[in-house]
């Protein structure tokens, strides 16, 4: 709670009287409850039957210990299943997703907020219209793109710049890095013009240095999307060598023991949870932020 | 560089940008030729011209081949019959006429919007309701934000192929948690009538953080004085709720409902990866037809005309959505 919060719908004369407290205590209790069994319960379970044998896992779904803890679940998954193998494939993904979009985002930002080119604005106009229509309507025809590059004759599936290239046509990016910028005040791009400072010296030497944030809220939106992307991997990476723990996991659930299927599932989710741990603060506040636009 | 700053200051008319205000776009971006200035000012301009060509040359190149192409011949494509070895002919509306005559297309169509109504309505209030007792609650505020947001970090297969586990008729949690009150056991993914609200429960668990935090967000913007005001003229709990919490954000109500059908219409995750669109197609989604036609029937035309069919229907959400977001963009 904020500081100028001191009250909500109740204010503390409401908190006082008896029924009032009776009705939120016990709505309180429900709710974390709830919370806490919705939100950390179905968690819980990947990690205990994650380490459970399959006949204990299949007999007593609903025990809250594992008969016999079975750690060799998590490296047997990691050789057999080839989950290490595919968590790489994921991380060169989420990699190279996340530095395109960096790339894009402060570049094209750097052009249309402080270069102002003539052609800037049916750019930018562009660029935003492109928010109108989700990726998946256009996702067909963006397949043969990649499939036979215009003007290249090249095919990009099954190699990662097939998942890394359309990640970087991110419009959302560029819309955050030009307001960003925007707020940059002008007379540090003139001092710096003054003192014979060129384009690409202030881009490196005074924006980048200012965008901490920015590139802050970029990289954490892009890699937790990168790491959730399922049906562009599946559509573009078919050779399963190549193919990252999301698309993986669905085909390995057809055959894979439960206990060493359910270990890979947790440690899909190591990652991408540690990155949330660390930066929860910034996520639970910048959702409402960004979420309105994104 | 440093030539024409010197003879820059001298001349007003030329400098671009007087302190903090903006160069209206296109004052300086006139094409040199159009100005009758002296060398260094001429390449000036067009040195940054160059230099703002060259900084967009990523996006520029990225957002053609990989959106605004790919956007133009979605569109094209609804038009064309392609088999990627010979060049696309052009077929008229016949794409259209085959999609209309699959008679999986109309049952596609009625489990996505059947989806998009039970996701709303489960899916929609919940996170309104968790958000109004939760911005009431004075400790541990943080810890239950983070166990809210908890599910939304989990990569949807690895939530789907999870409650897949728990639907499972014999040795999944659902049915042994339903059986310690007496209910079922059911068969879920198994039946025609289950499998979907079973999609939408996994859907809504992986959804629901993130709206949860939105709500918080606006409902810590509520403006305490409303609340003071309508408890001295007596209002009850209950009524403030109605009257002025749920009022006052109701413009983030309407982008979050907005958001929701955007993304229920987009459905593919859940009922690919669960069942399959079964059974007997009682969970074959819009996108998971245009899956099959593209990717497994090879027919890229039926998959165009479909897909064009799809953005128009999203086009129109969007733009509404996109309307009603501009004053959060300006602000």
């Known amino acids: 709670m904020s500081a100028r919060a001191d009250r909500g719908v109740l204010s503390s004369a409401d908190r006082r009287r008896t029924p009032v407290r009776l009705w939120s205590g016990g709505m309180q209790t429900v709710l974390v409850l709830a919370v806490v069994v919705a939100g950390a319960g179905p968690l819980y379970w990947t990690v205990k039957s994650a380490i459970s044998a399959t006949p204990d896992l299949l007999a007593h779904p609903l025990s809250l210990w594992p008969e016999k803890f079975e750690w060799h679940n998590l490296s047997d998954a990691w050789s057999t299943l080839q989950i290490g193998h595919y968590l790489v494939n994921t991380a060169v993904l989420v990699g190279g997703s996340w530095l395109t979009q960096l790339l894009v985002a402060t570049t094209a930002g750097y052009a249309l907020s402080v270069l102002r080119p003539w052609f800037g604005r049916v750019v930018y106009g562009g660029i935003l219209a492109t928010l109108f229509l989700p990726g998946t309507v256009s996702m067909v025809a963006l397949y043969l793109t990649v499939l036979n590059v215009p003007g290249l004759g090249v095919s990009l599936t099954d190699t990662p710049l097939a998942v890394w290239l359309p990640a970087g046509a991110h419009a959302f990016n560029i819309l955050l890095a030009k307001q960003f910028f925007d707020a940059i005040p002008r007379e540090l791009f003139e001092a710096a013009e003054v003192d014979g400072a060129g384009s690409f010296r202030v881009f490196w030497r005074i924006v980048l240095p200012l965008s901490g944030p920015l590139l802050a809220v970029i990289s954490l939106l892009s890699v937790m999307t990168a790491w959730k992307d399922f049906l562009w991997p599946l559509i573009v990476i078919t050779d399963p060598e190549r193919q990252p723990l999301a698309v993986a996991l669905p085909r390995l659930a057809n055959s894979a023991d439960q206990a060493l299927l359910l270990a890979g599932m947790f440690i899909a989710i190591v990652p991408p949870l540690l990155i949330f741990v660390v930066f929860q603060r910034y996520i639970v506040r910048g959702v409402g932020f960004t979420g309105l636009k994104g | ?331």
């Open chain 2, 1 to 331: 560089m440093s030539t024409t700053q010197a003879e820059g200051v001298t001349r007003p008319g030329n400098r671009p940008i007087p302190d903090g205000e903006r160069r209206p776009p296109s004052g300086d971006g006139t094409p040199p030729t159009a100005r009758r200035r002296s060398g260094p000012q001429l390449s000036r301009a067009w040195r940054l011209n160059l230099a703002a060509l060259i900084f967009l040359l990523p996006a520029l190149l990225l957002f053609g081949y990989f959106s605004w192409w790919p956007i133009l011949r979605s569109a094209l494509l609804a038009f064309q019959q392609t088999n990627l070895v010979e060049p696309a002919t052009w077929v008229g509306w016949s794409n259209f006429v085959r999609l209309f005559d699959d008679p999986v297309l109309p049952i596609a169509v009625r489990n996505t919007l059947w989806f998009t109504a039970l996701s709303l309505l489960i899916g929609f209030p919940l996170p309104v309701l968790v958000a109004l007792l939760m911005s009431e609650i004075r400790r541990f505020g943080g810890l239950l934000r983070v166990l809210v947001y908890l599910p939304v970090v989990v990569p949807p297969v690895v939530s789907v192929l999870l409650w897949k586990q728990f639907y499972d008729p014999d040795s999944g949690l659902a049915n042994h948690v339903l059986g310690l009150i007496g209910l079922g056991p059911f068969l879920w993914l198994q039946d025609q009538h289950w499998a979907m609200p079973g999609l939408v429960i996994t859907a809504t668990w992986a959804g629901v953080g993130g709206a949860v935090l939105i709500y918080l967000a606006a409902l810590a913007g509520v403006s305490t004085e409303l609340y003071d005001a309508a408890e001295i003229d007596g209002a009850s709990v209950p009524r403030r709720v109605w009257h002025i919490a749920l009022p006052q954000i109701r413009g983030v109500l309407l982008l979050m409902l907005l958001l929701q059908i955007i993304g229920a219409f987009q459905v593919f995750t859940e009922p690919f990866v669960m069942t399959a669109g079964g059974p007997e197609n009682a969970t074959i989604s819009v996108l998971m037809l245009i899956y099959r036609y593209a990717f497994l029937d090879g027919d890229y035309g039926r998959a165009g005309a479909l897909s064009v069919l799809l953005a128009i229907v999203l086009g129109l959400v969007s733009a509404l959505y996109l309307r009603l977001t501009r004053p959060w963009s300006r602000s």
